[in-house]
């Protein structure tokens, strides 16, 4: 016995130091050769532009070098900079020897007007960067979407940045009409990482003239409690959601659309197993979800949120999403709701009125899948969003990182004064009024996911939603009875 332990304990050690070794070179290479030596930061760098809900409103946040004890923006509407004006800035976060991250908000900004800006301090400014205020007359309002940019790799590596980089000026060029980006989450790695975010920050350069939102991941939302902590200090986002969760939910009214930004994360119960949340938080959300929607007469309401709520990919926070956020939608006669989180290009039927896009823009890709409800689906392609919109139609067209075509559709306006009727039908669990393969496929999610309880999925009514609802969905799809 005692001989046999001893050789077992010997035997380990070979192996104990190959994984330490392995252990060691995946954590160097997941802090990239940016962070060789700190991160290298030493003056002011990788400014973004950032809208507010007001339209005259915009945030400007920044990095400096570590010792940096304060910061401004220039900014004027002469390029010269020669009458600029000068906004203090804020220090919204300080990280030992590597940089120190910075906001200033500049307000009252005439709607329309292209202005030019530098940030910095003392002697040490930025190269003098420009954007322009979205104009408040026109109805015509376009703007980019760019789904996941992050990698797959424990090792990600800067070219592969720079390949997304390129993939959002070639978006940019071709779209000089955009006057709004929107980033649908999962932009970096680890999300509580400097290095990860220095990755995704230097090859953002697009973002210091285009005005740039985005939702949080859940690569995003990984801090102690469970919140997107370090992305919600390095951007400063509309603060007009829920209480307690300002910027991590919020909205904004842009030509004639209604936009709204959702973390879908917290349906994870991340953030409420970690404390960052309580029970009552999720009603108090999909309060302000129902009501901010319900407040616009847009001709367009759009919804951002990252994971998807008809998923390709069987996944948790999807099936809450369905549950507890789509009859939301649906009641809200939502149009478009973009998402990301599965790593394929998909869109789906207009399920209930509503149109489900799902992008990814970086180079990690999932497999597609057999799904009942998709229109189309295309798997290994990286790819970005235009969606054009005026009073009378809205398009949105997808492509390719070259800038090719792969997808396009045209929605109508909705008369929302006309409440639809769905011609719903029992075990029509995705709303798409067919029965088949894919609800059960929904039910089979909820029940592994342990989803709250639901009518709908209590195929027998007994109760309880477990395996025998799905057992009876599926033989109703093969054509079977169904009972009981
Ligand atoms: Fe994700």
Same mark, same amino acid.
């Given at each position: 016995?005692?001989?046999?332990?001893?050789?077992?304990?010997?035997?380990?050690?070979?192996?104990?130091?190959?994984?330490?070794?392995?252990?060691?070179?995946?954590?160097?290479?997941?802090?990239?050769?940016?962070?060789?030596? &700190?991160?290298?930061?030493?003056?002011?760098?990788?400014?973004?532009?950032?809208?507010?809900?007001?339209?005259?409103?915009?945030?400007?946040?920044?990095?400096?070098?570590?010792?940096?004890?304060?910061?401004?923006?220039?900014?004027?509407?002469?390029?010269?900079?020669?009458?600029?004006?000068?906004?203090?800035?804020?220090?919204?976060?300080?990280?030992?020897?590597?940089?120190?991250?910075?906001?200033?908000?500049?307000?009252?900004?005439?709607?329309?007007?292209?202005?030019?800006?530098?940030?910095?301090?003392?002697?040490?400014?930025?190269?003098?960067?420009?954007?322009?205020?979205?104009?408040?007359?026109?109805?015509?309002?376009?703007?980019?979407?760019?789904?996941?940019?992050?990698?797959?790799?424990?090792?990600?590596?800067?070219?592969?940045?720079?390949?997304?980089?390129?993939?959002?000026?070639?978006?940019?060029?071709?779209?000089?009409?955009?006057?709004?980006?929107?980033?649908?989450?999962?932009?970096?790695?680890?999300?509580?990482?400097?290095?990860?975010?220095?990755?995704?920050?230097?090859?953002?350069?697009?973002?210091?003239?285009?005005?740039?939102?985005?939702?949080? &991941?859940?690569?995003?939302?990984?801090?102690?409690?469970?919140?997107?902590?370090?992305?919600?200090?390095?951007?400063?986002?509309?603060?007009?959601?829920?209480?307690?969760?300002?910027?991590?939910?919020?909205?904004?009214?842009?030509?004639?659309?209604?936009?709204?930004?959702?973390?879908?994360?917290?349906?994870?119960?991340?953030?409420?197993?970690?404390?960052?949340?309580?029970?009552?938080?999720?009603?108090?959300?999909?309060?302000?979800?129902?009501?901010?929607?319900?407040?616009?007469?847009?001709?367009?309401?759009?919804?951002?949120?990252?994971?998807?709520?008809?998923?390709?990919?069987?996944?948790?926070?999807?099936?809450?999403?369905?549950?507890?956020?789509?009859?939301?939608?649906?009641?809200?006669?939502?149009?478009?709701?973009?998402?990301?989180?599965?790593?394929?290009?998909?869109?789906?039927?207009?399920?209930?009125?509503?149109?489900?896009?799902?992008?990814?823009? &970086?180079?990690?890709?999932?497999?597609?899948?057999?799904?009942?409800?998709?229109?189309?689906?295309?798997?290994?392609?990286?790819?970005?969003?235009?969606?054009?919109?005026?009073?009378?139609?809205?398009?949105?067209?997808?492509?390719?990182?070259?800038?090719?075509?792969?997808?396009?559709?045209?929605?109508?306006?909705?008369?929302?004064?006309?409440?639809?009727?769905?011609?719903?039908?029992?075990?029509?669990?995705?709303?798409?009024?067919?029965?088949?393969?894919?609800?059960?496929?929904?039910?089979?999610?909820?029940?592994?996911?342990?989803?709250?309880?639901?009518?709908?999925?209590?195929?027998?009514?007994?109760?309880?939603?477990?395996?025998?609802?799905?057992?009876?969905?599926?033989?109703?799809?093969?054509?079977?009875?169904?009972?009981?």
């Amino acid at each position: 016995m005692w001989i046999n332990k001893q050789w077992t304990s010997h035997r380990r050690w070979p192996f104990l130091l190959i994984a330490l070794a392995l252990i060691l070179a995946l954590s160097l290479g997941a802090t990239g050769a940016l962070a060789q030596g &700190g991160l290298g930061v030493n003056g002011p760098c990788y400014p973004l532009v950032l809208p507010a809900t007001a339209k005259d409103t915009m945030s400007i946040v920044w990095w400096d070098a570590p010792e940096i004890e304060s910061g401004n923006v220039r900014y004027g509407t002469d390029q010269s900079l020669s009458d600029a004006s000068v906004v203090a800035a804020g220090q919204t976060r300080s990280d030992g020897d590597n940089y120190t991250a910075w906001t200033a908000t500049l307000t009252g900004l005439e709607t329309g007007a292209t202005y030019y800006y530098q940030v910095g301090q003392g002697n040490s400014w930025s190269a003098v960067h420009s954007f322009t205020v979205a104009n408040d007359s026109e109805t015509d309002f376009d703007f980019l979407y760019f789904g996941d940019a992050q990698y797959n790799e424990y090792t990600t590596k800067d070219s592969d940045y720079a390949a997304w980089g390129q993939l959002v000026n070639t978006a940019v060029a071709a779209n000089p009409q955009a006057e709004l980006a929107v980033l649908g989450g999962d932009m970096v790695q680890q999300g509580q990482q400097a290095a990860s975010w220095q990755l995704f920050l230097s090859n953002a350069t697009a973002f210091a003239g285009l005005p740039v939102l985005t939702v949080p &991941g859940n690569h995003e939302s990984n801090a102690v409690n469970g919140k997107p902590a370090m992305y919600l200090d390095l951007f400063t986002l509309p603060d007009n959601g829920p209480a307690g969760f300002e910027e991590e939910f919020y909205s904004i009214d842009r030509g004639d659309c209604h936009i709204q930004f959702l973390s879908s994360n917290i349906l994870s119960n991340e953030q409420l197993l970690k404390g960052g949340m309580t029970a009552e938080d999720f009603t108090v959300i999909k309060n302000w979800i129902a009501a901010d929607l319900a407040a616009s007469d847009a001709t367009w309401k759009i919804v951002v949120m990252h994971h998807p709520a008809y998923a390709v990919t069987s996944d948790s926070v999807s099936a809450a999403v369905l549950e507890q956020w789509v009859p939301l939608f649906e009641e809200a006669q939502v149009d478009l709701v973009l998402c990301g989180h599965q790593h394929v290009y998909m869109r789906t039927k207009a399920l209930h009125g509503v149109t489900y896009v799902m992008g990814v823009s &970086g180079a990690k890709y999932y497999a597609p899948a057999e799904v009942n409800f998709d229109e189309v689906q295309i798997g290994y392609v990286s790819n970005y969003q235009l969606i054009s919109t005026n009073s009378g139609s809205l398009t949105m067209t997808a492509y390719n990182s070259q800038g090719t075509e792969i997808d396009r559709v045209t929605l109508a306006p909705k008369d929302r004064t006309v409440i639809p009727v769905w011609h719903d039908t029992p075990g029509d669990l995705n709303a798409d009024d067919v029965v088949d393969e894919a609800d059960v496929e929904v039910l089979l999610t909820a029940i592994r996911c342990n989803a709250a309880y639901a009518d709908d999925y209590d195929i027998n009514n007994d109760g309880a939603v477990d395996i025998r609802d799905a057992q009876l969905l599926a033989l109703q799809v093969a054509g079977g009875t169904g009972n009981d």
